[in-house]
């Protein structure tokens, strides 16, 4: 078949059907929108797409409410699909995530689109260097990878687009076929071919012209004439306009018997002339022009950048499109290799352009940069032109530039453009010759351009380029080191080849001497400098042609300390609105001084951020920095406490919090947690900066806020480590800096980290000073929940009696406040107490009533916990079916609004509740479920319930050893953790050794 290949490795086809082969083995690809998300990952040839570019792509507008988990799964398959032998939890080679995306490195010619433009490439010159025959056969052996409409099985808006594409980019290459025929004299072989064509693609003007040029060479004048005729008829029905001005001229021609219409035989073939007649002698030109060759000479160690190099070249190797003018952009970061880049893609690509390369250094980035009639000035003087006839206008200059290139195949390298303004007047203007432009700028504004933005090396590659520079030997004996060096370095290839060439100047240095240096961030910069290069200065060259707010923007952007910003926190730091600061945010991304990572999302390079906060010091005055922190941190706070007073109706925390300023809303649950979790890393290196910056309690209270306010994305599973770090971080200044308040709002946020790892005794005594401080300073922000908290502590610790008492403490304090969903929430733990102690039907009153309150306020969260513990109540008491209806109710609640501790809680107790029954193969479903769920969180002590309830249920099912091997693991972390369970554990597991000896015996 055309889209598979006898060689041996993975081949892709989607010229047709959307398929994949192994050792000439098809693939089983699965469902339409697997087979569409592949289709987008071949047709972006290995650049990475993000989440959100492919749910557009496969969904479009009607992308469902889960679609990024779908897309996730998807992209999971098809890894193994495509690595089934690759080992779990390895790195996958083919199907690759890069930041936030994915990107599908496919081996050379895998793909058969690849395989098909790179035979119309070679098809195309040799058209060009008049070989006929071999250009029509090598395109007619180009379109049988065609096997029927291209993406056939694809679905989503993505597919439907490149689908037309494809099949445009097919019917173009038909066209320029059926040209070559006729130029070979094969007017009659193509006469059927073309009525099938013109049926297909009846508004195709240049097929119905090619059809009446075959006729009438065939001597068939009048169905020359009918094919007119009818094509007009066509046009006008469909369209409403005339025939075009060729197909109209070719028609007067016909009518006019032109004798030019009539076969001229093709030039021969230069390899069929040097084996027979020699040629006839041509005229010599009337103008000789030199052939310039101002390449600046290529590096001698290049490395990496394989699959950009070789998309550069096929892009330049369509200089002979009809399309037009093959124009490359190359932007990116100063220091990213696009020069380097560029200079090596020229030269080998000078077999492509036998008249020469054209290069000029536009310095866009200098305070001198380039006259775009200055640079056609050297263009014209290299291609032969005197200088005292070259006009002096920039319009007649390029004008004369192009005249010069037409009909010439000469490549044009344009180095350091500023923007598109100054790089337009220097584009040729025929097919035959190519353009390769660099800048830091995106120049979206070029027209034509296909624009490739440059990242950074990947690991490998910056390891190989250090190693080439410093010397292969020293590099494979400190591998380690070396790679810690090219991390500090960011990847960035103009900081490697700093830092390698500083190394191989100095014999008596080691690697791991580097590591060091590199590792204080103050130093970094000053370290990455040798000679006149350095990074700094690169930097600078970027930074020097900044307006005065995307400076300042620059500048301020690089004091937060999280992964990346959003536009919000982006705007608050800013101190402007969120559509303003989004246009400054991009405008720095198009100068590559900015990256964006997804829709809303930013950050810097690790290097530039360096260079950016080295600039802030030197500029911003201190009470400046101060106050953009401050802005941030109640940025983030007002969100914070918006997710807060949604996820939890009737609190009492968001209403004392010391919010200043304004943050985003919510509507739903689901999407102030989902905030959370998107921006947690970033929430946490906001709160661990004010921590270390502090110097007063008034600037550490908001973190310390934040913290409180941040309790849905405790709920959540996602951050825990994070909690814990961050908790002890603010505790640890607040004690320093003498903050009472900031301290009660930390040691409740650690009781609760604490008491979630099962590290109850720990947890129980920062429980106890939070309510020693809340007494002491008539503090209400946690009054009641922590009173909750030590009574839910000292029950887990089946001090049930002390637990009641604690819990009526916490529930007359809610009534005198008038908080009716705080009393509701210590009615429904409290039952559970009341079990403890023997009490069935107290513990059903509690939880029915905690149920009921919650249910009448409107509370979604207060119900599902409500029902939670309504249906561990009636597990206990053997009322089954009310129990499981209970649980169904709040697992959904607590999964759409991603509380993951919840739903493993949940799906432990349902387990429970199946085993109860007897219904075995249900409760290891869910055990199994609640397993997954607390490892993926990090949740020992839900990780040992899990096991727990799963080897129950294997034991009903009658699998003994899995069984037994369940609950020992169960044991030890219990045992690791401290908690009671082990000692019932303990006796359970004797008691199956008891059984199992008296069965042996």
């Known amino acids: 078949m055309a889209g598979q290949s006898v060689e041996s490795g993975l081949r892709f086809a989607v010229l047709g059907p959307v398929r994949a082969w192994r050792e000439g083995q098809e693939l089983d690809l699965g469902t339409p929108l697997q087979r569409s998300i592949l289709g987008m990952l071949l047709l972006r040839e290995g650049r990475a797409v993000t989440p959100a570019e492919m749910i557009d792509a496969v969904w479009g507008e009607d992308a469902p409410p889960r679609a990024l988990g779908a897309l996730r799964t998807y992209v999971s398959r098809l890894r193994t699909v495509l690595e089934p032998d690759r080992p779990a939890r390895s790195r996958p080679e083919l199907l690759t995530s890069i930041g936030r995306g994915y990107a599908l490195r496919l081996p050379d010619d895998a793909l058969d689109l690849t395989r098909f433009e790179r035979g119309i490439a070679e098809a195309e010159t040799a058209r060009k260097a008049g070989r006929l025959s071999a250009a029509a056969e090598g395109m007619r052996s180009a379109l049988t990878l065609f096997e029927g409409e291209p993406l056939a099985g694809a679905v989503g808006p993505y597919a439907e687009h490149q689908r037309d594409r494809l099949a445009e980019r097919r019917v173009s290459v038909i066209e320029t076929l059926m040209d070559l025929d006729l130029e070979l004299g094969g007017h009659a072989a193509v006469v059927s071919e073309l009525i099938a064509l013109t049926a297909e693609h009846p508004l195709r003007e240049r097929l119905r012209a090619q059809l009446m040029l075959a006729y009438y060479r065939c001597g068939r004048q009048g169905d020359a004439l009918n094919v007119f005729t009818e094509t007009r008829e066509a046009l006008i029905d469909e369209l409403g306009i005339e025939p075009g001005s060729e197909l109209t001229a070719l028609h007067q021609r016909i009518l006019a018997a032109d004798p030019a219409l009539t076969l001229v035989p093709p030039p021969a073939d230069p390899a069929e002339q040097a084996a027979g007649e020699p040629a006839a002698e041509e005229e010599p030109p009337a103008l000789e022009l030199p052939r310039p060759a101002q390449l600046p000479a290529a590096v001698n160690d290049f490395t990496g950048r394989k699959e950009v190099a070789v998309r550069v070249h096929t892009l330049l190797s369509a200089q002979s499109s009809a399309e037009g003018v093959p ?104 097919p035959g010759c190519a353009t390769i432009v660099t800048s830091r700028a995106k120049l979206a504004d070029l027209p034509a351009a296909r624009l490739i933005d440059l990242d950074v090396m990947e690991p490998d590659e910056a390891l190989s380029l250090f190693s080439s520079v410093a010397g292969p030997e020293r590099v494979a004996a400190e591998h380690g080191a070396a790679m810690d060096v090219v991390a500090a370095c960011g ?91 989004e246009e400054l945010l ?32 030197k500029t911003e005055r201190p009470e400046d920095k101060t106050l953009a922190l401050r802005r941030l941190l109640g940025f983030y706070l007002a969100s914070s406490r918006s997710a807060h007073q949604l996820a939890y109706e009737g609190s009492m925390i968001p ?80 004690l320093s800096l003498g903050d009472e308040a900031s301290e009660l709002r930390s040691r409740y946020v650690l009781g609760r980290v604490l008491f979630a790892g099962n590290q109850l005794s720990e947890s129980e005594t920062h429980f106890r000073r939070v309510h020693e401080l809340s007494d002491a300073r008539g503090e209400k922000i946690v009054t009641g929940e922590v009173l909750n908290a030590l009574a839910v502590v000292v029950g887990r610790q089946r001090r049930h009696t002390e637990a009641l008492t604690l819990f009526d403490a916490a529930s007359r304090y809610y009534r005198e406040n008038g908080v009716p969903a705080g009393e509701a929430l210590v009615l429904s733990y409290s039952a559970r107490d009341h079990l403890g102690l023997g009490h069935p039907d107290d513990a059903i009153a509690a939880a029915e009533k905690g149920l009921a309150i919650f249910t009448e306020i409107g509370s979604g969260a207060g119900t599902a916990r409500a029902r939670y513990h309504l249906g561990i109540v009636l597990s206990r008491v053997g009322r089954l ?25 949940v799906c432990s107790r349902l387990a429970e509740t199946f085993i109860a029954a007897g219904r075995y193969p249900d409760a290891v479903r869910h055990a199994e479920q609640a397993l997954v769920v607390s490892r993926e969180i990090g949740h020992p002590y839900g990780e040992a319930l899990s096991l727990t309830v799963l080897g129950r249920a294997l034991r009903g099912l009658g699998s003994a050893a899995r069984s037994l091997d369940c609950l020992r693991q169960a044991h030890d972390v219990f045992t690791r953790l401290g908690a009671p369970e082990a000692g019932d554990l303990k006796l359970l597991l004797d008691g199956f050794a008891v059984e199992r000896s008296v069965v042996e015996s």
């Open 327 to 430: 124009v490359v952009a190359l932007c990116g970061i100063g220091g990213v290799g696009k020069t380097t880049l560029a200079v090596h893609v020229a030269h080998a690509a000078d077999d492509l352009f036998p008249d020469g390369q054209l290069y000029a250094d536009l310095r866009g980035h200098s305070d001198e940069v380039t006259a775009p009639e200055s640079a056609l000035g050297g263009f014209l003087r290299a291609l032969g032109i005197p200088p005292d006839v070259i006009p002096d206008g920039l319009a007649e200059r390029s004008a004369l530039y192009r005249s010069l290139l037409s009909d010439r195949r000469i490549l044009v390298l344009l180095d350091n453009a500023r923007d598109a303004d100054q790089v337009s007047p220097l584009l040729p203007g025929s």
């Open 491 to 581: 990847f960035l290839p103009l900081a490697v080849r700093i830092v390698a060439a500083r190394l191989a100047a100095r014999p008596s240095w080691t690697v791991a001497s580097l590591v060091p240096r590199l590792a204080d961030e103050q130093r970094r910069l000053d370290e990455l400098r040798v000679g006149s290069l350095g990074v700094e200065a690169t930097f600078a060259l970027g930074y020097g042609q900044l307006e005065p707010a995307q400076a300042r923007a620059f500048r301020l952007l690089s004091l937060p300390k999280g992964p990346d910003i959003s536009i919000g926190a982006a705007a608050a730091v800013l101190a402007m609105n969120m559509y303003e600061a």
């Open 655 to 734: 209403d004392n919090l010391a919010v200043v300023g304004s943050g985003l809303t919510f509507t739903t649950v689901d999407e102030a947690v989902a905030w959370l979790i998107s921006e947690g890393d970033s929430l946490f290196a906001a709160i661990n900066q004010a921590a270390t910056t502090s110097t007063a309690g008034e600037q550490l209270l908001p973190a310390a806020d934040m913290l409180v306010a941040m309790e849905p994305l405790l709920e959540a599973g996602s951050h825990t480590r994070e909690f814990d770090q961050g908790t002890r971080a603010v505790l640890a200044a607040a």
């Open 586 to 617: 991009e405008s720095l991304v198009d100068m590559s001084l900015l990256e964006a990572t997804a829709p809303g999302r930013y950050r810097f390079h690790d290097l530039l951020r360096l260079f950016a906060r080295r600039v802030l010091d």
């Open 881 to 905: 079916t009310e129990a499981v209806h209970h649980h169904a109710e709040c697992l959904a609640f607590f999964r759409s609004s991603k509380q993951r501790v919840w739903e493993q809680r």
